[in-house]
């Protein structure tokens, strides 16, 4: 699972950890059944996390708190040095960072499913594959780890979480920003009262980009804001609702011969010719962010029940080659088109790897 979605991640532009090997241990581990025992190595720009922050805050002296976060700069983020804050400027940057990715996995639907402060890295890379998955039809609420019983990490929650896990990053590198602790609470709630603000102005410059404006306004923020309450109305698949706006999809596939999303395309037609918007522009600027091919839930697990058959190495090296491709219509994908239906897309369920 992890070397199918942290390549197909990789190819739909999204930084991500990839999958260098998978090295068997010798040992058997008891899972649903008995299994053999490996250890994937991941690689990607370092391991370092908000959690390990968090680690040297509560468990260590000042000074390795303090040597993290010079080592952390010096690593990722040398033009910081000369901050005149350093754990504020540090804070600041990887903030951006963070929601930078999650605006890329809210573009295509990607739901992590255990964003706790240790599967957040400072470098704003995806990483930990376990319980991920992708929206089929759309709704906020959708939860497929089955361990989230309460949706904390739910698609539409997810920029609230990455918001929570800065706070604690801010806690964590309190006694740096200040060692007054008075001074230094006051400094980071006031970076902290900006994420809001700023998160979705990224989201909101993001999602115009899928419907084919350059810039958000109050009228294609309107048309994002109605589309979305359609879709979610009429349990419409939100890889296909936008990816037939420019690749030729397949109509059943989609919700546009429903009168409601006709009448949108309508008002959003006259509101790309009121913005001076040429049709090519708008569909080269919407397939720069709209893939038609996503890793579909109910492939991947197909794929993973059936590793042990002899026809196995080519059906992921077959899956591969459609999934490295995201941005291109290939009517030999045709499948992978297809969605779930809702009660299969409910049906299914992600675990935990370790």
């Given amino acids: 699972?992890?070397?199918l979605i942290s390549e197909s991640m990789h190819a739909l532009g999204i930084p991500s950890s990839r999958s260098l090997a998978v090295i068997q241990t010798g040992e058997e581990i008891m899972r649903q059944k008995r299994e053999q025992g490996a250890i994937l190595?991941?690689?990607?720009?370092?391991?370092?996390?908000i959690g390990t922050f968090e680690y040297a805050r509560y468990f260590l002296q000042e000074k390795s708190l303090?040597?993290?976060?010079?080592?952390?700069i010096e690593r990722h983020f040398p033009e910081l040095r000369s901050s005149e804050n350093l754990a504020l400027s540090f804070i600041d940057k990887v903030a951006e960072l963070q929601f930078d990715l999650l605006c890329h996995w809210m573009r295509v639907g990607f739901i992590h499913g255990v964003?706790?402060?240790?599967?957040?890295?400072?470098c704003g890379e995806t990483f930990d594959y376990g319980p991920c998955a992708f929206l089929n039809q759309y709704e906020p609420d959708t939860v497929f780890s089955s361990i989230d019983h309460l949706g904390r990490y739910a698609f539409g929650n997810q920029p609230n979480i990455i918001q929570w896990n800065l706070v604690r990053l801010t806690e964590a590198l309190l006694p740096l920003i200040d060692q007054n602790e008075t001074h230094a609470i006051a400094m980071g709630k006031s970076l902290i009262i900006s994420f809001s603000e700023r998160w979705e102005k990224k989201y909101m410059d993001t999602m115009v980009q899928k419907i084919g404006f350059e810039n958000a306004n109050e009228n294609s923020i309107s048309l994002v804001n109605e589309l979305l309450i359609l879709m979610q109305k009429h349990e419409a698949d939100y890889t296909n609702t936008f990816a037939a706006l420019c690749y030729e999809i397949p109509i059943e596939y989609t919700p546009w011969t429903l009168t409601p999303f006709m009448d949108w395309k309508t008002k959003w037609e006259n509101e790309l010719t009121n913005q001076n918007i040429k049709?090519?522009?708008?569909?080269?600027?919407?397939?720069?962010?709209?893939?038609?091919?996503?890793?579909?839930?109910?492939?991947?697990?197909?794929?993973?029940?059936n590793l042990n058959s002899a026809s196995s190495n080519q059906a992921i090296n077959d899956a591969l080659i459609i999934l490295k491709r995201p941005y291109c219509f290939n009517k030999n994908a045709h499948s992978w088109i297809i969605p779930p239906t809702v009660?299969?897309?409910?049906?299914?369920?992600?675990?935990?790897g370790t």
């Fill in 343 to 352: 009660e299969e897309n409910q049906k299914h369920k992600t675990f935990c």
């Fill in 115 to 122: 964003m706790n402060t240790d599967n957040t890295a400072i």
């Fill in 41 to 49: 190595l991941r690689t990607m720009s370092s391991h370092i996390r």
């Fill in 279 to 305: 049709n090519h522009i708008a569909v080269t600027r919407m397939q720069k962010v709209n893939p038609c091919i996503i890793p579909r839930n109910h492939i991947i697990e197909e794929l993973l029940l």
């Fill in 1 to 3: 699972r992890e070397y």
């Fill in 66 to 72: 303090h040597a993290l976060l010079i080592y952390t």
